[in-house]
C-alpha cells in the first residue's frame, strides 16, 4: 500500500518536472519552429506564384525563375531545420551527465506527506444546492362592468344580460386562475420538499466524504512515516523503492529512454543495479542534413562510423557514471555503501540471436571511493577504468564486457 500511494505521487512529482523540462525544451526549440514556419510560408509564395498566369514570355520566365527561387529558399530553410534539431540531440547526449550534477538527486520524503489543508478530492459536494425558484403567479382577474348599451329601448334589459355574461366570463376566469395558482404552488412546494432530501442527503454524504478523505491522508500519511522509518533501518524493499523514485526522477531526452532494475543487499550494503538504455541500432545516426540542387533533394548525410562510435560509447560511459552519481547523492543516510552496476543494451546477441541484456560496461564501486571525485571535471571513460570497470571492446558491435569479474557480493 505504501508503494503505491507513494509511486503515485512520485509520478505526479515527475510528471510535473517532465512538463518544466518540456516547457524549457519548447523555448530551445523555437528557432527550429520559425524556421518551418518560414519554410511553410515560402511554400504558400511558391504556390500562389505557380498560380499566376504570365502576361508575355518575359513575366513567365521571371514568374518560373522567381518560383524556383522560392522552392530553393524552402528546401534551404527545411534543412537548417532539420540540422537545427539533429544538433540539439547531439548536444543534449554529449551532456547526458553535465544535466545532472546541477540537480540535487535527494528526496526529501517529508514533502511526501498530505497536510490537512490538502484541498478536498470532491469539492462539488462543498457547494449547497441551489433552491428552487419560486414561481411567479399570474394576476388575479378582475371583474369589468360591462358597458353602457347605446340601444334606446330595451336599455335595462340589455344591460341586465350584459352584466350577467360578464359575471359568468369573471367566474370562469377566476376557476382556471384559481385552479393554475394552486398547481403552481403545488408544484413549487414539491420542489421545496425534494430540495430539501436532497440537501440533506448531500450533508451527509459530504460528512462521509470528509472522513474518507480525511482517512485517506491520516492513512497516506502514516505510510509515509512507516517508509521513512523502514528506509531508515536500511529494510531492503525500502530501499529498492526509494531508489526506484530516484532513477523515476531522473530526467534523461525524451528521444533516449532508459530502464532501471534494482536489488539491494542490507547484510553488505551493495545495490546491484542494472540499466539498459537504447541500442545502436536506435543510436542518431545522422550527421546532416543537405540540399541537392541538381536532383532538388534534401540527404542524409551519416556519421562516419568512427564518430558515431565515439558518440555511442561516450553514451555509455556517461550513462554509469552518471547512474553511481544520482544513487550515492540520492542516499544521504549512507545506507549504501557499494554499487554493483551494470550498463548495456536489450537487443538480439550477435552469437545466438536471442533477445537479451547485453552489458557493456559492470563497475563495482564504493561510497567513499566515488564521493571524492569532482565529477564537473573527469572524463567518463577515464573515471571507469580507474574504478577497475570491465568495459566493452565494441559496444556498437554488441560485444559485450565481461563482467563476471567485477566484484558483487
Known amino acids: 500500500m505504501a508503494k503505491s500511494l507513494l509511486s503515485v505521487t512520485m509520478r505526479a512529482i515527475k510528471a510535473a518536472e517532465r512538463e518544466r523540462i518540456r516547457q524549457a525544451n519548447t523555448a530551445k526549440r523555437s528557432y527550429n519552429a520559425e524556421l518551418k ?6 511554400k504558400a509564395r511558391e504556390l500562389r506564384l505557380m498560380q499566376v498566369k504570365a502576361a508575355n514570355n518575359k513575366e513567365r520566365l521571371a514568374q518560373e525563375k522567381a518560383v524556383k527561387a522560392a522552392h530553393i529558399e524552402a ?12 544538433r540539439g540531440v547531439f548536444v543534449e547526449l554529449d551532456g547526458l551527465l553535465g544535466a ?11 514533502k511526501l506527506r498530505k497536510p490537512s489543508s490538502t484541498a478536498f478530492d470532491k469539492p462539488k459536494l462543498e457547494a449547497a444546492l441551489p433552491q428552487p425558484i419560486k414561481p411567479q403567479l399570474p394576476n388575479e382577474p378582475q371583474f369589468e362592468e360591462p358597458p353602457q348599451p347605446k340601444a334606446i329601448f330595451g336599455k335595462k334589459k340589455k344591460l341586465e344580460q350584459a352584466r350577467l355574461e360578464a359575471r359568468q366570463k369573471y367566474a370562469t376566469q377566476k376557476e382556471d386562475w384559481t385552479r393554475r395558482v394552486a398547481r403552481l404552488q403545488s408544484q413549487y412546494e414539491d420542489a421545496l420538499a425534494k430540495h430539501a432530501v436532497a440537501e440533506e442527503r448531500r450533508i451527509k454524504e459530504l460528512a462521509q466524504e470528509k472522513e474518507r478523505f480525511q482517512n485517506f491522508l491520516n492513512e497516506h500519511n502514516r505510510n509515509v512515516d512507516q517508509f ?15 531508489i526506484e523514485m530516484v532513477a523515476e526522477n531522473s530526467n534523461y531526452p525524451d528521444h533516449f529512454e532508459i530502464a532501471h532494475d534494482f536489488s539491494f543487499r542490507p547484510d553488505h550494503a551493495e545495490l546491484q543495479m542494472k540499466v539498459s538504455i537504447p541500442s545502436p541500432s536506435s543510436f542518431p545516426s545522422v550527421k546532416e542534413y543537405k540540399y541537392v540542387k541538381t536532383s532538388d533533394e534534401i540527404r542524409e548525410i551519416p556519421l562516419p562510423k568512427t564518430e558515431f562510435r565515439q558518440r555511442y560509447c561516450s553514451v555509455v560511459y556517461q550513462v554509469a557514471v552518471r547512474s553511481l552519481h544520482e544513487v550515492f547523492e540520492a542516499d544521504r543516510r549512507g545506507i549504501i555503501q557499494t554499487i554493483s552496476l551494470e550498463v548495456g543494451t536489450e537487443e538480439g ?6 533477445i537479451g541484456f547485453i552489458p557493456f560496461v559492470g563497475v563495482s564501486t564504493a561510497r567513499s571511493t566515488f564521493m571524492e571525485f569532482d565529477l564537473a571535471n573527469v572524463v567518463p571513460h577515464a573515471t571507469l577504468k580507474h574504478l577497475g570497470a570491465a568495459i566493452s571492446k565494441d559496444p556498437v558491435s554488441l560485444v559485450a564486457a565481461d563482467v563476471f569479474g567485477v566484484r558483487k557480493s
Open 37 to 42: 514556419e518560414q519554410a511553410r510560408a515560402v
Open 100 to 110: 545532472t550534477l546541477a540537480v540535487d538527486d535527494y528526496i526529501d520524503l517529508e
Open 75 to 86: 528546401q534551404l530553410a527545411e534543412v537548417e531545420s532539420l540540422n537545427a534539431e539533429i
Open 349 to 354: 546477441d550477435p552469437a545466438t540471436g536471442k
Open 228 to 242: 521513512i522509518n523502514d528506509l531508515a533501518y536500511g529494510d531492503a524493499e525500502a530501499v529498492k523503492d526509494y
